[in-house]
């Protein structure tokens, strides 16, 4: 009976998912709100509709890419733009092949800081280290990043579909909108 016992809870620890080295699944993600830029819908613009929207850029380039496949090539047009209050120099980027906008960069020309960036958005954010998925899992309670981060770091705001890029002296290095969380 005892041998029973011990085989069905080890069955059971083997089928639970914290038992398996699996990637996690979107579903398993704090929801990531697609942004709508200055008038720009991330994920549904095109290259033609941004212009129709913005003018034509300062300039265009092609953004080097290595070791991905071509249809994920992308490009950008670069502005100086006011978006959320901030002026700054903003590069709207998009697929090279379907010209879809993907994401939109804001360098902002006056410096700003973590502490400044969070009374901005506000407190509904997650802080996650260098090269760390911005898909946070909805298991996660805290908000702070846990250990020694790597910099730079990110301040996560999927409800905004935002990521806020922080230097390790506290300064804002760029802010980030994309269609899905990465």
């Given at each position: 009976m005892k041998l029973l016992v011990f085989s069905l809870l080890s069955l059971l620890l083997f089928l639970s998912p914290c038992s398996r080295m699996e990637s996690r699944s979107i579903d398993d993600t704090v929801p990531w709100v697609r942004p709508t830029v200055n008038g720009i819908v991330l994920g549904?613009?095109?290259?033609q509709d941004v212009i129709d929207l913005l003018g034509k850029p300062m300039s265009e380039e092609e953004i080097q890419q290595f070791e991905v496949p071509e249809e994920e090539w992308e490009d950008?047009?670069?502005?100086?733009?006011k978006i959320d209050g901030i002026d700054g120099w903003v590069g709207v980027i998009y697929k090279s092949k379907s010209t879809l906008v993907t994401h939109i960069e804001l360098v902002p020309e006056v410096e700003m800081n973590?502490?400044?960036a969070i009374e901005k958005y506000g407190p509904d954010y997650f802080v996650t280290s260098n090269n760390d998925s911005k898909c946070i899992p909805v298991?996660?309670?805290n908000r702070e990043y846990r250990g020694k981060p790597e910099y730079p770091i990110?301040?996560?705001?999927?409800k905004r579909g935002m990521y806020v890029g922080i230097r390790e002296d506290g300064s804002v290095m760029h802010i980030n909108y994309t269609d899905k969380c990465e």
């Open positions: 549904k613009f095109k290259h950008a047009m670069n502005y100086r733009l973590k502490k400044e298991s996660r309670k990110s301040i996560v705001y999927p």
